[in-house]
């Protein structure tokens, strides 16, 4: 079964545009169905997993292309990354004969793009790069593709087509997750983990970094997911797995450029001292953090001690993967002093600030008491978002909104 993706049209608008499109983003997310999906019929499509074409493109690139042909889906191209410098021969020498050369090439890689190592900015501006993590919310219940914008009139129109979910249900996809298999086969969840998390430490790690301790790195991998939606300390990590803070701060880099977790920003100025300065981190599959865990099911994860990591975990990442899906970057935020003050996330526009806040309840008490602390930034402050489980869009002062979790 396929379900669509929000970025389908993007990909498409791109290749009319630009020789290359790149799809990035973890193993298992996608990928490869989607561009496959999306491919004419006289688009070839080779994976660089095979061992004959790898071997091929690694010895002579240019035998590569002239043995499968003008347009073509390579798959997990980083493995042999120096092909990049043959598809620029290729599309320059295209555009100096007065050729059309858009839409050339579609490329997936289980790796960011821009923190790949050893890869040249040889294409820019002739290549478009997508991220893609695993599903949303709101591809899974057939919403449209929307970025999600925190102005009232935006959230409002979402409001239209929300599907209303109560606290069981959110937890029950937030330990369900977004992976494809998972949401659109029968198999049992604990063995896709399993497999996943397999898979993972001993394929794209060692392709990633000479990681010689894979029970190190499983170790780190579980540690992480037990601190989703908290600060990122290099030297906490460091001394719970008993390496050093510059091999933490490695494997840290390991996890975001293979699209596993997202770094949020603490936001801070050179006006005041007292503010925060280290970001924090969210796994973007909620299902992968819960099997780490090792939370049995959705129930015992709603009533857990981590419920409210996890719930923000969610909203995070969901609003992160709309900028995904809109082929935006997502600029996003979180502020915090020294005094303990914090708003879980901020979205800046301009000279505005939109605050976010999370919480479990229907009816939050004061959530909007750290709003005041964002003044000293002398930016206009937008009415705050209280995303929970309230079941209508609704003022709770002048200055916040109660606002359901569903509209995401």
Known sequence: MYIKRHLENQIIESSKYYPVVMVCGAR????????NHLREES????SLDDMNARRLAENDPTLFFETYGLPILIDEFQRVPSILLEIKRIVDEKALNGEANEGLFWLTGSQKFKMMKNVSESLAGRIAVFDLSSFSNSELVGN???LFKPDLDSVKERMKSAKKKNIHQVYERIFQGGMPKINTTDIDRERYYSD?????LERDIKELSQVGKLNEFYDFL???AARTSQQLKYSEIANAIGISAPTA????SILERSGI??????YYSNISKRLVKTPKMYFLDTGLAAYLCRWPNAETLESGAMDGAFLETYVVSEIVKSYFNAGKRADLYYYRDVDGKEIDLLIIEGNSIYPIEIKKSKNPANP????SALQKFGMEIKPELILCMAEELIPYNRDAWLCPISVL
């Open 222 to 224: 579980v540690f992480m």
């Open 249 to 252: 701060k490695e494997w840290v």
């Open 144 to 146: 449209d593709a929307s």
């Open 43 to 46: 688009r070839k499509y080779v």
């Open 261 to 266: 977790i997202y770094i949020l920003k603490p």
């Open 28 to 35: 298992q997310v996608g990928k490869s169905t989607l561009l």
């Open 196 to 200: 996943y998390v397999n898979t993972y």
């Open 368 to 371: 909007d008491k750290n709003l």
